[in-house]
């Protein structure tokens, strides 16, 4: 009993720590824990500098193995965006005018070694919507009069079979059709029937003749990253507006790039889309794949999506009434689209200020715009239709931007059909007050706001809902 309370009276003592630790270890600890333990791997650290849409930068010191899709996982938390597996690392090379989407698995340093002193090369980070539309919609990106499937196949092929030729590694798909290419050394440009295949590019010598004595090879991908031309024919002088080119690694420079120019955007998207998919292969796929990998245990060529619902499935309803019916006749429906707008116009007509407090319409309708990241103050129509790009054609990718014709309208920037279409937004009076319309008058809007919420829910005279907005972001 006399140890216990000893004990006791010892644990109630509270420990002092000892300012000298080192004078307590053994001499040879050190020696011990130098040749005994492990050597922790040391990661070389390295600083790279990113920019965003309105040229703001950010410099992050960041491991030699990183990645890209890990650079925009660390801006996404550093910025506190929502992650929506569209934001992209993108490598702009300035004086050239040439950009490219990298790819998830591609290391940063590894690209910024390949950069060349003359030129200008940055890193942009923005959204792409259109990064693996391709795996979601195969059937939409490969005309059938640019592509041949192998003899044995049939015609009609379903989804997952286009994607699972693509990915295989011992049959592809034949793409084929004319290009402009630019001679080297030289300023002409040649209109060439192009042919593509595993082993690479070819041209043929003697018209659309695909015999091997008329083919010439023309390029390869594995040591070369596919660029588009994001100037059009300004910089390169080529006959159209949909180039692009292959510039080999730690080339000499521009003089090394071959490049080459489609008719159209779908005959352009085609070309680096079945590039793109010969070059990474499966491990494009597994990119797609890596933001739903734990959803089931399926395999990934059969996961159904957790929420597919297509345009052509959505039907209109009135609920006016006890109760809801299906509207089939299209033009009862869109007179039901025309009536919510109008009720919509006068439902409330209040929005918030900063301090929490209602304003009407009137007092700020001509400038509460400016605050939505859709919006683009004084851009061209160039300018409008590049940055669309950039973001990707996908179908309801959108922006709005004053009139450069009209300072007193708008326009409504919007990707549909692989097309970049303008709508003008024009500004209404009536009784006094001011509104906006698409349509001449027969749907109107007290804002921008309002419009463009609408639009995200209906279709109206529009081709398709807008669902993306291009945003200048700030790093």
Request: aromatic letters at 10%.
């Amino acid at each position: 009993n006399r140890r216990k309370k000893k004990d006791d009276s010892i644990l109630e003592i509270p420990s002092i720590p000892n300012p000298f630790p080192e004078l307590c270890c053994s001499p040879f600890a050190s020696v011990l824990s130098a040749s005994l333990l492990p050597k922790a791997t040391s990661r070389k650290k390295q600083v790279i500098k990113v920019y965003s849409e309105d040229d703001t930068s950010r410099a992050l010191e960041v491991p030699s193995d990183i990645t890209a899709r890990d650079v925009c996982q660390l801006l996404i938390l550093k910025n506190h965006y929502i992650d929506d597996h569209s934001w992209t690392l993108f490598e702009q090379l300035t004086h050239t005018g040439l950009g490219r989407a990298i790819e998830d698995h591609e290391l940063v340093i590894e690209v910024q070694s390949n950069w060349v002193m003359e030129e200008e090369t940055k890193l942009y980070f923005r959204k792409n919507y259109a990064k693996y539309e391709f795996f979601k919609n195969p059937l939409s990106f490969f005309p059938d009069h640019m592509i041949s499937f192998p003899s044995e196949t049939n015609a009609a092929l379903s989804h997952s079979a286009i994607l699972q030729m693509f990915l295989s590694s011992s049959t592809y798909p034949e793409i084929h059709g004319y290009l402009h290419a630019k001679e080297q050394g030289k300023k002409s440009w040649k209109k060439l029937y192009f042919l593509l295949r595993r082993s690479g590019l070819y041209f043929s010598t003697k018209g659309t003749s695909k015999e091997p004595r008329h083919l010439q090879f023309f390029c390869e991908f594995s040591n070369s990253d596919m660029y588009m031309s994001l100037t059009g024919k300004k910089l390169s002088g080529a006959p159209t507006n949909y180039g692009f080119c292959f510039k080999p690694n730690k080339s000499g420079g521009t003089r090394d790039l071959k490049q080459l120019c489609a008719d159209d955007e779908q005959s352009r998207t085609c070309w680096m889309t079945a590039i793109r998919l010969l070059k990474y292969g499966m491990q494009l796929y597994q990119n797609y794949m890596q933001p739903y990998q734990g959803r089931s245990g399926c395999s990934p060529l059969n996961i159904t999506p957790m929420r597919s619902i297509s345009e052509n499935s959505l039907v209109a309803m009135d609920f006016s009434g006890h109760r809801s019916r299906i509207i089939e006749n299209p033009t009862e429906a869109l007179s039901v689209a025309v009536e919510e707008g109008l009720a919509w116009r006068r439902r409330g007509c209040l929005r918030l200020n900063s301090h929490g407090s209602p304003i009407a319409m009137s007092d700020m309708g001509m400038s509460i715009h400016r605050s939505q990241s859709w919006f683009h103050h004084k851009i061209s129509r160039e300018e409008a239709q590049r940055l669309i790009l950039q973001h990707g054609l996908v179908d309801g990718v959108f922006l709005v931007r004053d009139s450069q014709s009209n300072p007193k309208t708008f326009v409504l920037s919007l990707s549909h059909g692989l097309k970049i279409k303008h709508f003008q937004i024009v500004p209404l009076e009536d009784d006094g007050k001011l509104f906006y319309t698409l349509d001449d008058g027969h749907t109107r809007f007290t804002d921008l706001i309002q419009l463009v919420e609408f639009y995200q829910l209906n279709k109206g005279v529009l081709p398709c809902k807008l669902k993306h907005y291009c945003a200048r972001i700030a790093l």
